[in-house]
C-alpha cells in the first residue's frame, strides 16, 4: 500500500532535494502518515489536528516523539514562506494594487515593468493630456479682434523735449476688406505657400510642427510649423512674443477658431492683418505700399511677390531693410528667388497651370517707398535713423513690428536748431554754386553730412538728402561712399600708437619690437615712390609686379615730415607708413576709433589711402574721439524710449579709451596744421581752434570735409549719383559747380565752415590739450638724412611747410595715365564698389573702386589739396586710392 500512499509537497530549494542527516533533524518514521512532518506546512498540520479526538489524541502521542522532526518541518515552511527554499512553499504574500517593483520577480527583473503596466501608464497619460486639454480649452477664451488690432501714433521729441514728429500709426494704413475683394491668385499664393492643407486641417498641424521641430534639430531650414489659422491668431489677438505661454495659448484658441469660424473668414482674417512691411498691415495696404493699386486688381506675378513679404519683409522688399543683411540687392536677389518658388509651389499644388506659369517671366519689381508727408525735408531721415537704432539695439527689447505698432514716445538726441543749419548751409552753398539746368555735370549731385558730440557720441544733426519723401536714401548713414584721404589720422595714430615694425624681424612683432614715431618723422614725398615691405624688400602682387604710388599732380614733394605730408594730403609717405606699421594695425586703430567692420575696405596696401566708406555719422564719431583726447564713444541717436507713461528703455552712456591721450592729442595738433595752413585752410574763417581733413577719391567721384573742434565733430561729403536709376553708379564731378574738380577744400569744407559757424554761435571758444611728446624721429625708406643735411631740409623735416603756389597740375585731372592703360589686367576693367550703398549695392560694399584722394584745391585756394588723386577708370590694380602704375 505504500506506493498509494500520498507523497508530501515537494519544496522548491535546495533543502528538499538532500536527504536527512543524522544529527540533524529526525524525519518522521515511514509508516506514520500522521506525524506532522508528513504534510508540508503547519497550515496542513493544523489541518490534520482538527479531524477528531482519537487521532488528534494519537498525533500529539506521536509528535511528542518526534518534536525533532516537527521542529525541523515548521522551520522548512518557515524557509518556504521567505523565499520558497523550504520543503514547501508557504502562504503566497497579499497582492497590492500596484505591484511594483513586481513581487514575482527577483532581482533586477522586479523593476522591469510588465506589459499590463506599460499599457496602462500610456492609456493614463493620454487620459491626462485630454483631460487637460479639455479644460485648457474650457478656460481659455477667444480675445476680442477689435482691440487686439488697434494701433497708435509713436511721437518723437527732440533733444530739447519739445515736439518733433508724430509719425507711426497713419502710415501703417490698415485698410480692412471682404475676402471678395482679394484676387484669387493672392489667396492661392499665400497657401500654397504658407500652408498646403489649410481647408483639411482643423486649425493647427501637430505634422507640420513636428516637421519644423525635426529640421531645427537637425540643423536644417528654421520653420514655424504654424499654420494659416494660427498665424491668423497670433496676428489677431496675441502678440509676437515667443515664449511657451504664448504658443499654448495659440494653440488652443486655434482650434477654437478653427471650430467657429469658417476657413473663407479665417483666410481674410488672416490677410486682412498680416505685416507686409514699409508699414502695411493687410493686403489692401500693401497693395498701395509696393504697387499703387487696390488689392483687387493685383496680378499672380504681384500676388506671388507680396506673399513673400508676409514671411519675412525686412529681408524681402527690394528697397532694403535694416541691418546688413538687408541691403537692396540682397532683399532683390531673395525676393526673386522667393517669388519663383511661390509661382513653382502653385503650379504643384494645382492652383496655377503650367501654361499661365511659363507666361509669368518677368520679376514684378515694386515702386520705391513713398513717405507720408508729416516725413519730409530732414524729419524723415531723423525718424528713420532713431527707429533703426531703437530696432537694432538689442537692449531695447522693441522689435521693428512693435515699434510700428504705435504707442511710444521717443526722446532723441537731434538738436532742431543745429539740424536746421546744416540744411541751410548744404542749401546755400548747393544755391550758389549747383546749376543742373546750366550745366548736365551738375545733374544728381549729393550732400551728406553729421555731427557728433565729442566723448559722448550723441548725434546731433544730420544732412540726409533734400527730402526724405522723395530722396530715399539717408546720405548721413551708409551710402558705399569712399573717404579717401580723411581716413590718413587713422594711419598716423596707429604709427605713434603701435609703431614701426623692425626691419630686421618677423612680419608679426611685439610692442618691445616696434618703435612709435613722431610727427617729425621723415618720409620720402616724391611721386611715384616705389611701394615697399616693412623690411625693404619690393612689395609686388600676386603677379609679380610692383607699385609705384602716384601724387596729385604727380607732384614731387621730397623728403617731408608726416606732419607736412598730412598737411597737404601727400600719399606716397603715408602710403609707405601703412606697410611699416602693418595694414593690420591701421585697421584696428581706424575700429578703435569709431569705424564698423562692415564699411572697411579689404586690406591691401591702399588701405592707408582710405579706399573704405565710412558713413558721416560714424566718421564725425571718430575723429570726435581724437577731439575728446582718445575716449572713443559710441554714436547713439535716442536718448529713452516710454510707452503709458513708463521707460521702456534708456541710452546708457558707454565710452572707452581708445588711445592714449599723448596719441590723440598729437593727431589733433597735425590736423591743426591742414586747418591753419593745409589743404583745409578754409576752415580758418571759422575764427576759433579746429582741426581737420581733406579727402578726395579716385577720377572724382567724391570729396570730403571731416573737422572738429572740443565741442563739435562734423563730416560733410559730396558725390554723384542718379537714385531714381535701376542700377546706381557713382559719377564723376570733374566740372561740377564749374570747378575744374571737386575736392575736400571746395563745396564740402564751404559747408562744413559755414554750418560750424552758426552751430557754434554762443559757444566758448576752446583750445585744444597741448600734446605731450611722443615717439621717435624715424625715417622711412629713401629719406635717410645725409651726414651733412641742409638747413633747408632740417627746416622742412621739422616745421610746418608753407603753402605753395597752386600749380596747373594740382587744379585739375590732366596728370592721370592714359584711359588706354585701364584693362591691362583683367580686375581692371571692374567697375568695382561704386553702387550706391542703399540702392543696389551689397552692404559694406566691394571696395575695389578705383579710389584716389584729394584733388587738389582751385587756383587761389592757399596749397591746394594737393595729395592723393586718382588714375583714370581702373588703373589701380587694387581699384583704390591713389592711381600709380604698375610696372613688371
Not at 516537527?70 to 518557515?78: F, H, S
Not at 530722396?471 to 548713414?477: L, Q, Y
Not at 583714370?872 to 592711381?883: E, L, V
Amino acid at each position: 500500500m505504500s506506493e498509494h500512499r500520498r507523497k508530501p509537497p515537494q519544496g522548491r530549494g535546495r533543502r528538499a532535494a538532500q536527504p536527512p542527516s543524522s544529527g540533524r533533524r529526525a524525519a518522521s518514521p515511514r509508516g506514520d502518515t500522521d506525524s506532522p512532518a508528513s504534510y508540508g506546512s503547519r497550515a496542513e498540520a493544523r489541518k490534520a489536528a482538527q479531524r477528531g479526538g482519537g487521532r488528534r489524541r494519537a498525533a500529539n502521542a506521536s509528535a511528542a516523539s518526534a518534536a525533532g522532526a516537527g521542529a525541523g518541518a515548521a522551520a522548512g515552511g518557515r524557509a518556504a514562506a521567505r523565499g520558497g527554499r523550504g520543503r514547501g512553499r508557504g502562504e503566497p504574500p497579499k497582492k497590492r494594487f500596484i505591484d511594483y517593483p513586481r513581487s514575482d520577480k527577483y532581482g533586477a527583473r522586479r523593476w522591469v515593468p510588465s506589459w499590463k503596466q506599460v499599457l496602462g501608464s500610456c492609456l493614463a497619460f493620454i487620459g491626462l493630456i485630454v483631460g487637460l486639454s479639455g479644460i485648457a480649452l474650457a478656460l481659455v477664451q477667444v480675445p476680442d479682434p477689435n482691440k487686439a488690432t488697434q494701433q497708435q501714433k509713436n511721437v518723437y521729441y527732440w533733444a530739447d523735449g519739445s515736439q518733433m514728429v508724430v509719425a507711426g500709426g497713419g502710415e501703417q494704413n490698415r485698410q480692412i476688406v471682404p475676402l471678395s475683394q482679394i484676387p484669387e491668385s493672392m489667396q492661392n499664393a499665400v497657401i500654397s505657400a504658407e500652408n498646403e492643407t489649410f481647408y483639411e486641417d482643423s486649425g493647427v498641424d501637430p505634422m507640420g510642427i513636428a516637421r519644423a521641430v525635426f529640421k531645427m534639430a537637425t540643423g536644417g531650414e528654421t520653420q514655424s510649423g504654424s499654420t494659416i489659422t494660427q498665424q491668423y491668431v497670433k496676428n489677431t489677438y496675441l502678440d509676437q512674443s515667443q515664449t511657451l505661454t504664448r504658443k499654448a495659448k495659440e494653440l488652443f484658441i486655434s482650434i477654437k477658431v478653427g471650430w467657429s469660424e469658417d476657413k473663407p473668414d479665417i483666410l481674410a482674417g488672416y490677410l486682412n492683418t498680416a505685416y507686409y512691411g514699409r508699414g502695411a498691415y493687410g493686403i489692401q495696404a500693401a497693395a498701395q505700399a509696393y504697387y499703387r493699386k487696390d488689392s483687387k486688381d493685383l496680378t499672380a506675378s504681384e500676388s506671388a511677390f507680396l506673399s513673400a513679404t508676409v514671411n519675412g519683409p525686412n529681408l524681402y522688399d527690394p528697397a532694403g531693410g535694416i541691418g546688413s543683411a538687408a541691403t537692396p540687392a540682397k532683399n532683390t536677389k531673395r525676393a526673386e528667388a522667393r517669388w519663383k518658388w511661390t509661382l513653382d509651389r502653385e503650379v504643384a499644388t494645382g492652383a496655377l497651370s503650367k501654361a499661365d506659369r511659363a507666361k509669368i517671366t518677368e520679376f514684378p519689381m515694386p515702386k520705391q517707398p513713398k513717405k507720408s508727408m508729416e516725413l519730409k525735408g530732414q524729419t524723415g531721415y531723423l525718424v528713420d535713423l532713431a527707429n533703426n537704432y531703437i530696432t537694432n539695439n538689442p537692449e531695447s527689447g522693441i522689435t521693428d513690428r512693435q515699434l510700428k505698432q504705435g504707442g511710444y514716445k521717443i526722446h532723441t538726441t537731434f538738436d532742431k536748431k543745429q539740424t536746421s543749419q546744416m540744411e541751410k548751409a548744404v542749401a546755400k552753398v548747393k544755391k550758389e554754386n549747383i546749376d543742373p539746368e546750366k550745366r548736365d555735370v551738375d545733374k544728381y549731385v549729393q550732400f551728406g553730412g553729421a555731427s557728433v558730440k565729442p566723448g559722448d557720441g550723441a548725434i546731433t544733426a544730420i544732412y540726409g538728402g533734400e527730402d526724405a519723401t522723395t530722396h530715399f536714401t539717408n546720405n548721413a548713414d551708409y551710402t558705399g561712399v569712399q573717404v579717401g584721404s580723411t581716413f590718413k589720422p587713422f594711419v598716423l595714430a596707429a604709427a605713434m600708437r603701435d609703431g614701426v615694425r623692425d626691419p630686421s624681424g618677423p612680419e608679426t612683432q611685439p610692442a618691445s619690437m616696434r618703435t612709435p614715431v613722431s610727427p617729425k618723422s621723415v618720409y620720402n614725398g616724391n611721386n611715384k615712390v616705389k611701394l615697399l615691405n616693412y623690411n625693404g624688400t619690393t612689395w609686388r602682387d600676386k603677379d609679380g609686379g610692383e607699385w609705384l604710388q602716384r601724387n596729385d599732380g604727380d607732384e614731387n614733394k621730397g623728403r617731408v615730415s608726416l606732419r607736412t605730408a598730412m598737411q597737404f594730403s601727400v600719399n606716397t609717405p603715408y602710403i609707405q607708413l601703412g606697410m611699416d606699421v602693418g595694414i593690420d594695425k591701421v585697421k584696428q586703430a581706424s575700429l578703435d576709433a569709431g569705424l564698423n567692420e562692415d564699411s572697411l575696405a579689404r586690406t591691401t596696401p591702399t588701405f592707408s589711402l582710405g579706399t573704405s566708406a565710412p558713413s558721416a555719422i560714424r566718421m564725425a564719431g571718430a575723429y570726435g574721439t581724437f577731439a575728446k583726447s582718445g575716449i572713443q564713444a559710441e554714436p547713439y541717436s535716442v536718448n529713452k524710449v516710454e510707452q503709458d507713461g513708463v521707460v521702456k528703455w534708456k541710452h546708457e552712456k558707454k565710452t572707452e579709451s581708445a588711445f592714449d591721450s599723448a596719441v590723440a592729442d598729437n593727431v589733433t595738433d597735425v590736423l591743426e596744421t591742414v586747418v591753419k595752413d593745409g589743404t583745409g585752410s578754409k576752415a580758418k574763417a571759422l575764427g576759433r581752434p579746429a582741426a581737420g581733413k581733406t579727402g578726395t577719391t579716385d577720377d572724382n567721384k567724391s570729396a570730403w570735409f571731416t573737422g572738429y573742434t572740443p565741442q563739435m565733430s562734423t563730416a560733410i561729403g559730396m558725390w554723384r549719383v542718379n537714385d531714381k536709376a535701376k542700377v546706381q553708379k557713382f559719377k564723376k564731378m570733374y566740372g561740377v559747380g564749374g570747378e575744374d574738380s571737386i575736392h575736400g577744400a571746395s563745396f564740402p569744407a564751404d559747408i562744413w565752415t559755414l554750418y560750424m559757424k552758426d552751430a557754434l554761435k554762443g559757444q566758448p571758444v576752446k583750445d585744444f590739450p597741448t600734446p605731450a611728446p611722443i615717439g621717435e624721429k624715424v625715417y622711412g625708406d629713401g629719406a635717410s638724412p645725409s651726414p651733412t643735411p641742409t638747413p633747408t631740409e632740417t627746416e622742412e623735416e621739422e616745421e610746418p611747410s608753407k603753402s605753395p603756389t597752386p600749380t596747373e597740375s594740382e587744379t585739375s585731372p590732366s596728370g592721370s595715365p592714359d584711359p588706354s592703360e585701364s584693362c591691362k589686367y583683367p580686375w581692371d576693367c571692374q567697375d568695382e564698389g561704386q553702387t550706391s550703398g542703399n540702392e543696389g549695392t551689397d552692404q559694406g560694399t566691394d571696395q575695389g573702386t578705383d579710389q584716389g584722394s584729394d584733388q587738389g584745391s582751385t587756383a587761389g585756394d592757399s596749397g591746394g589739396d594737393t595729395g592723393d588723386t586718382g588714375d583714370t577708370d581702373g588703373n589701380s590694380i587694387f581699384g583704390q586710392n591713389g592711381s600709380a602704375r604698375r610696372e613688371e
